[in-house]
Nanobody, 123 residues
Framework: QVQLVEAGGGLVQAGGSLRLSCAAS????????MGWFRQAPGKEREFVAA????????YYADSVKGRFTISRDNAKNTVYLQMNSLKPEDTRVYYC????????????????WGQGTQVTVSS
């Protein structure tokens, strides 16, 4: 069982930055690929970024490529999402997720999910 707790959301002006963090419980964090997803009210959850177990491979949605950076610290059981040059269309609830094994970009195979953190970007 893995429990995930996100933090770092909030209100920011367009062009600003936020850093989300996701702390995981347990001693097997390094065996899980991690992903960030986001969801607007009434919309499907969409992929944002993902990182492999070692952190050597990262993947991004086209909409955030060049602006967002995913990273992880296996010693701290934490994954991060640095978000720069934020746009109003980035306003969503952001979720981190964990899946054992290889990294994938689709949300369907992620086994564990955090409670979500709201990111609001004002214009």
């Amino acid at each position: 069982q893995v429990q995930l707790v996100e933090a770092g959301g909030g209100l920011v002006q367009a062009g600003g930055s936020l850093r989300l963090s996701c702390a995981a419980s347990g001693r097997t964090f390094s065996t899980y690929a991690m992903g960030w997803f986001r969801q607007a009210p009434g919309k499907e959850r969409e992929f944002v970024a993902a990182i492999s177990r070692s952190g050597s491979s990262t993947y991004y949605a086209d909409s955030v490529k060049g602006r967002f950076t995913i990273s992880r610290d296996n010693a701290k059981n934490t994954v991060y999402l640095q978000m720069n040059s934020l746009k109003p269309e980035d306003t969503r609830v952001y979720y981190c997720a964990a899946r054992p094994g290889a990294v994938v970009t689709g949300p369907g195979t992620y086994q564990y999910w955090g409670q979500g953190t709201q990111v609001t970007v004002s214009s």
